[in-house]
């Protein structure tokens, strides 16, 4: 059984850095794809960033690049995601989530194991 579990999220202000971690067990995730996904009020699930848990490739959403970065501690089973220079409009809940087939894909259907979420907000 995956588990994923999140922690991290909290209220910040415009400029700040804030860092998400994902505990992730249940199984060996050598062949995964970790990575992030995001809920603003009134808007769909948005893909933020995944990684692949064998060769740490990265992929990430457009809106977030240069700002996000996602990491791995592989002894930990532990997904990061550092977020800086947070804009109001990065607030949302964050979800961690797992593909079976480390497709790091855009698509909120690609990915079979989802943690309960934990909530970002940033003041401007």
């Known amino acids: 059984q995956v588990q994923l579990v999140e922690s991290g999220g909290g209220l910040v202000q415009a400029g700040a850095s804030l860092r998400l971690s994902c505990a992730a067990s249940?199984?060996?995730?050598?062949?995964?794809?970790l990575g992030w996904f995001r809920q603003g009020i009134g808007k769909g699930r948005e893909f933020v960033a995944a990684?692949?848990?064998?060769?740490?490739?990265?992929t990430y959403a457009d809106s977030v690049k240069g700002r996000f970065t996602i990491s791995r501690d592989n002894a930990k089973n532990t997904v990061y995601l550092q977020m800086s220079d947070l804009k109001s409009e990065d607030t949302a809940v964050y979800y961690c989530?797992?593909?079976?087939?480390?497709?790091?894909?855009?698509?909120?259907?690609?990915?079979?194991?989802w943690g309960q979420g934990t909530q970002v907000t940033v003041s401007s």
């Open positions: 990684l692949h848990w064998s060769d740490g490739s990265t």
């Open positions: 989530v797992a593909d079976k087939y480390g497709r790091t894909s855009y698509s909120r259907w690609a990915y079979d194991y």
């Open positions: 249940g199984r060996s995730f050598s062949t995964y794809a």
